[in-house]
């Protein structure tokens, strides 16, 4: 290759300019390259190069046709591959070519304002209390200034340590979460409490919860409920309190489920929490010889029936509604998951625990369930904002109760429905078994659910395939 006509020919002021431009703008980029994660790229980009003019001299065409159109895309390349780099360079010739203009005035925080800084830090240290201080210097912040809430007030000691204090309304809201306790509740409070604090409510003590938890063991029907969101800034209300013990009275069903919920919407909306879920189910569809393939959010809840148990589900989930369309200022989000496997004690989970499970003669329904990781994955994507509305949520693809027998290798005993019926209502009554009689309806007919709206408002897609959430009631303990 020549290179004559790029070398100058004689020594001119321009061209001594030109060569030393060209010097310091080298020197500055390979000074900002040293000891970063860019000089290896820079290696290999070297390589690739040098790939490319060993093709070319020795004519390996099909190796040339490559390199040639990958060079196309340095340009883009080097863009995502040095952003940062990048982005250095220009903060570091902005600061040496400062205008009059953008300098920014120092100075402007008193020696005083730094001693305020450190004897809160200093008390905040001392009561463990976790705190992210940024001073602004040489590079402004104003993208981050501009999405924060600004305080018309001066730096103190008082103001810091308020606002990091978890229990004051300048904090970050938290999440109330009733029924923590429970198996559901715990899985998603290990989630949670990593981002946001988290207060729990629950009757049943939480002696292993984490540190930074927050937890009332009170029944969420007496009057110290109400304290909990009066005294506390909360931001979310995630009601998973839901009694689901068959053997419990109809009036303590009533009163736990549809009374007890109907004062939390009320403090809810009292108190100005911004958004609240429920956590309600797929069975409030009910399972009915007619019932389409896919039940989507707007078929009819026809699964009350003679089961108490699913008559208050309904009742919780129909008072949701109402609360979603009078106050739409309140993002309220109702989930409607399919039969949910795992550690969980409901009756899908028992039932599938059975190493003989019974089976109706005549009838083998497609079975829709859902791993309870992705319902708790679900639950965190309510919490969103800007989600609100009603969800169905389905888990991997259907299959038959013979096939997910078979995959779990339980062994199956057909029975006729009304043999199975009466011996299934004589054991509940004899307590020798925890399934009412209502429940053989979802093993005789089918009720799966259209998620298409959770995948396209919150993203919802299963984590976990088929044989895994089978699998998972075979758990023993939680992880």
Request: charged fraction near 20%; charge should be positive; hydrophobic fraction near 45%.
């Amino acid at each position: 290759m020549d290179l004559s006509g790029y070398i100058p020919t004689y020594l001119t002021l321009r061209n001594v300019l030109d060569i030393t431009l060209v010097f310091v703008i080298v020197y500055v980029v390979l000074k900002l390259l040293r000891g970063t994660r860019a000089v290896p790229t820079v290696v290999g980009m070297l390589f690739v190069g040098l790939l490319y003019w060993i093709a070319a001299v020795y004519e390996f065409s099909t190796l040339e046709f490559v390199l040639r159109y990958a060079v196309g895309f340095i340009g883009i390349a080097i863009i995502v591959l040095f952003q940062s780099e990048i982005r250095q360079a220009l903060i570091y010739f902005a600061n040496r070519l400062r205008f009059p203009i953008l300098r920014r005035q120092r100075g402007q925080f008193g020696g005083s304002v730094y001693d305020e800084i450190v004897l809160a830090v200093t008390t905040l240290a001392s009561e463990k209390t976790g705190a992210l201080m940024v001073i602004e210097r040489n590079i402004g912040l104003r993208n981050f200034i501009d999405a924060g809430v600004q305080l018309d007030a001066q730096v103190s000691y008082d103001l810091l340590v308020t606002i990091f204090n978890p229990s004051t309304p300048l904090h970050d809201g938290a999440v109330v979460i009733t029924g923590i306790c429970g198996r559901l509740g715990r899985r998603l409070t290990r989630v949670l409490h990593r981002e946001v604090r988290v207060i729990g409510l629950d009757r049943r003590a939480f002696p292993d919860r984490p540190r930074d938890i927050e937890h009332h063991e009170i029944d969420i029907r007496s009057r110290r409920t109400k304290d909990v969101f009066r005294s506390g800034n909360v931001r979310a209300l995630v009601h998973l309190g839901v009694m689901h013990n068959p053997r419990d009275s109809v009036e303590d069903h009533h009163s736990w489920n549809v009374v007890a919920f109907q004062h939390l919407l009320e403090y809810a909306e009292r108190y100005k929490v911004p958004k609240v879920v429920l956590l309600s189910s797929a069975n409030v569809y009910g399972p009915r010889p007619d019932n389409p393939v896919f039940l989507n959010e707007d078929a009819p809840l026809l699964g009350a029936g003679p089961f108490s148990e699913i008559r208050d589900l309904v009742g919780l989930d129909m008072s949701a509604q109402s609360y979603l369309w009078r106050y739409p200022q309140t993002e309220a989000v109702i989930l409607r998951p399919s039969h949910i496997l795992g550690t969980v004690h409901n009756a899908p989970s028992n039932y599938l625990r059975l190493k003989v499970v019974p089976t109706l003669l005549g009838f083998d329904p497609m079975m829709q369930v859902v791993h309870q990781d992705d319902v708790v994955w679900a639950l965190r994507a309510a919490l969103a904002p800007g989600v609100r509305g009603i969800f169905n949520i389905g888990g991997p693809p259907p299959v038959s109760l013979s096939r997910a027998l078979s995959l779990l290798e339980r062994s199956a005993v057909g029975v006729p429905h009304g043999v199975a019926r009466a011996a299934v209502d004589r054991l509940f009554r004899w307590r020798v078994t925890s399934f009412p009689a209502p429940e053989l309806d979802f093993i005789r007919y089918v009720c799966m659910v259209d998620d298409a709206r959770a995948r396209s408002a919150l993203g919802y897609r299963p984590r976990h395939d088929l044989l895994e959430t089978l699998r998972a009631v075979d758990e023993e303990r939680w992880q």
